[in-house]
Structure formats: C-alpha cells, structure tokens
C-alpha cells in the first residue's frame, strides 16, 4: 500500500532551524512536493525534488533520498509567520499525489 | 478573476439534500481534482479530471460526482449529503500529469451536513 509518515507536530524557536522528515512508501515514484498550509487556509506550494539531493530556496530547503523513501524539509531563521503545518506529498506512478497528515510546526518566541 | 476560485465559502446542509460545490479557474490547466480535507488525516482525493471531458474516481468517491464539460469548471456535486460528508473540500488545478506538476488550490467550502 501507499504511505506517508511525518510528526504531527513539532515547536522551534524564532530564528532557529528546524527539520521536517518524511518516510514514503508509493507505487511508483515521480517526484515530491511539500505544501505550506496555514490554518484555515488552502495548501501552497513551497519545493518540489525529483533526484536526489538538495534544493535550495531562500530559507527553504528540502532534501530527498529515493532509495531511503526519504525527504526532509528545512527552514532556517524562523519567523513566526513560518506557524504552519507542512504537507509532504509523493507523486505515484500515476501522477497522482500522496498526502501524508502534515506536521504542525508551532514557532515561540 | 485570477487563479482558483470555489463557491460557497461555507454551507450547512440537512442530511438527504443535494448540493454542488463550485469551482473554477482561469490559469487555462488542463488537470483539475477534488479533495477533501479532515482533521488528522491528509488530503484525500476524491475524483480528478486529467482534461476537459474526462473524470476518474480517487480515493474515495463514494458519494460523489463531477463532470467537465469545459477548461474552467469542475463542479463536485453530493447527490444526497451524509454527515460523515462534513469536511473542507478543496479543488486544485494543474497543468497536466508529468512531474513536477504543481498543483494550484482553491480557498477551500466548508462543508457541514447535520
């Protein structure tokens, strides 16, 4: 079957670093996405990795291993706007997204 | 308009009724999906639409039913609503399949049938 583990929630400190993992199990690879979803609000994109390796965007980086089913994601210098949950999302062989359940990243201050 | 757009923000339905949950966008993408969103579990997919005159079934269609008769419009409509239906809905849209294939999401309906 298709799985997708994450934390349910994770708390860091403004200004610090924080790493988000993600295991996967799908059929088929294609690439995977992590989303930024705030509460109440709708999921927007934040990186995508096909090969292995890290991508870097501004403070965002994230990271996959195919043959580990692995990726994290890692922000630096924390701002309190970074409160969020964050969704991990494997594209199947059929070009179909996989959600995990997210981490709910809490920012103190 | 600009993007993604659903309708209504927000519903509550009696048990037995139909109801339609709009969506549309203007980014011309070929691919559009129907998600629903609940507490504690991740986004699941309940039908999508590779382009303008096909449907398939997700994860969990029971329920539900869509249609795509142009580009823009991808209407979700729950022939008689349950409450096991209360949910948020989001309707996404991309380019087509292939990888890194963004997808774009809707503001979200928020669903409560009683």
């Known amino acids: 079957g298709q799985n997708i583990d994450q934390p349910t929630e994770m708390t860091a400190t403004e200004g610090a670093i924080v790493q988000i993992n993600c295991t996967y199990q799908?059929?088929?690879?294609?690439?995977l996405f992590w989303y930024q979803q705030h509460a109440g609000e709708a999921p927007t994109f934040l990186s995508y990795?096909?090969l292995d390796g890290l991508e870097e965007k501004g403070r965002f980086s994230s990271f996959l291993s195919r043959s580990k089913g692995y990726s994290y994601l890692l922000l630096k210098e924390l701002q309190m706007k970074d409160s969020a949950s964050y969704l991990c999302?494997?594209?199947?062989?059929?070009?179909?997204?996989?959600w995990g359940a997210g981490t709910k990243l809490i920012i103190k201050p | 308009i600009a993007g993604i757009t659903q309708a209504p923000t927000s519903q509550i339905l009696a048990a037995g009724r139909r109801m339609t949950l709009r969506c549309t966008q203007d980014?011309?993408?070929?691919?559009m999906y129907w998600y629903r969103q609940d507490l504690g579990l991740g986004l699941r997919l309940i039908h999508y639409?590779?382009?303008?005159?096909?449907?398939g079934k997700g994860e969990v269609p029971d329920g539900y039913s869509v249609s795509r008769a142009n580009t823009d419009d991808f209407p979700l409509t729950l022939a008689s609503a349950v409450p096991s239906q209360t949910s948020v809905y989001f309707c996404?849209?991309?380019?087509?399949?292939?990888?890194?294939?963004?997808?774009?999401f809707g503001p979200g309906t928020r669903l409560t049938v009683l």
């Open positions: 980014m011309r993408h070929n691919a």
């Open positions: 639409s590779n382009t303008a005159g096909t449907t």
């Open positions: 996404a849209s991309s380019t087509g399949t292939g990888d890194h294939n963004e997808q774009f």
């Open positions: 990795n096909v």
């Open positions: 799908t059929s088929g690879f294609n690439g």
């Open positions: 999302a494997p594209m199947d062989s059929n070009y179909q997204l996989i």
